[in-house]
């Protein structure tokens, strides 16, 4: 769901329930960003949010691309209100692929014997 601005997705309190969507909105020229995403799923009727989401971020990228709404390449910042930073680039190739990426922390390491 696009709303009218990086601010109001910002101020956005779900409440409890089954909430699963994701919301976007535009920050104005010269902001920290192009986009502040947020993206919410459901745990046991309790509503969550995912600091940093690939796949909605690809699904969203391809909405807003192809409705022209947006140009690549641009950035998306996601995990604002949780105190996270994760910074998301948005970029197309010539075939018109889009892609999604961004750097990652690893928080945890190992291995698995089997």
Same mark, same amino acid.
């Given at each position: 769901?696009?709303? +009218? +601005?990086?601010?109001?997705?910002?101020?956005?309190?779900?409440?409890?329930? !089954?909430?699963?969507?994701? *919301?976007?909105?535009? #920050?104005? @020229?010269?902001?920290?960003? !192009?986009? $502040?995403? &947020? @993206?919410?799923?459901?745990?046991?009727?309790?509503?969550? $949010?995912?600091?940093?989401?690939? +796949?909605?971020?690809?699904?969203? @990228?391809? %909405?807003?691309?192809? +409705?022209?709404?947006? =140009?690549?390449? #641009?950035?998306? &910042?996601?995990?604002?209100?949780?105190?996270? &930073?994760?910074?998301?680039? *948005?970029? =197309? !190739?010539?075939?018109?692929?889009? %892609?999604?990426?961004?750097?990652?922390?690893?928080?945890? @390491?190992?291995?698995? $014997?089997?």
């Amino acid at each position: 769901m696009l709303l +009218s +601005s990086a601010d109001a997705v910002l101020n956005v309190r779900p409440g409890p329930g !089954d909430l699963d969507v994701g *919301i976007a909105g535009k #920050y104005p @020229a010269g902001g920290p960003a !192009d986009f $502040e995403v &947020r @993206a919410f799923f459901p745990v046991d009727g309790v509503t969550r $949010e995912d600091p940093v989401t690939g +796949s909605f971020n690809a699904s969203l @990228a391809q %909405w807003l691309l192809g +409705s022209g709404l947006a =140009q690549a390449p #641009y950035l998306v &910042r996601q995990g604002t209100v949780l105190g996270r &930073r994760g910074q998301v680039r *948005i970029t =197309q !190739d010539a075939t018109g692929q889009v %892609w999604v990426g961004g750097s990652a922390v690893t928080c945890v @390491a190992g291995t698995v $014997e089997l």
